[in-house]
Nanobody, 117 residues
Framework: QVQLVESGGGLVQAGGSLRLSCKTSGINFGISAMGWYRQAPGKQRELVARITTVFKTMYADSVKGRFTISSDNAKNTLYLKLNSLKPEDTAVYYC???????????WGQGTQVTVSS
């Protein structure tokens, strides 16, 4: 049974930082590409960052230079460090496994990030 459980969201002032975690089970974490997505109210879910099995990373232009994705294979955990947060970063953040065609497959339940101005 695949489980992805996000944590670390919260309310933060603009310019602040958070670190999101995604604890996984039921998947072979070391051979799965993983990603962080977000969905703001009234908007479509979007890819924020992705990391491959060889630790190659990519970021959406809107977060490049501010967010950092990383993973710890020993802990089966994915992370997203969010720095210099802006009100427009407010969204529910989801982690997901990504298949070989770069499509999300399994999702976590999400964690809310709210940035106040």
């Amino acid at each position: 049974q695949v489980q992805l459980v996000e944590s670390g969201g919260g309310l933060v002032q603009a310019g602040g930082s958070l670190r999101l975690s995604c604890k996984t089970s039921g998947i072979n974490f070391g051979i799965s590409a993983m990603g962080w997505y977000r969905q703001a109210p009234g908007k479509q879910r979007e890819l924020v960052a992705r990391i491959t099995t060889v630790f190659k990373t990519m970021y959406a232009d809107s977060v490049k230079g501010r967010f950092t994705i990383s993973s710890d294979n020993a802990k089966n955990t994915l992370y997203l460090k969010l720095n210099s947060l802006k009100p427009e970063d407010t969204a529910v953040y989801y982690c997901a496994t990504i298949d070989t065609e770069l499509r999300p497959r399994y999702w976590g339940q999400g964690t809310q990030v709210t940035v106040s101005s």
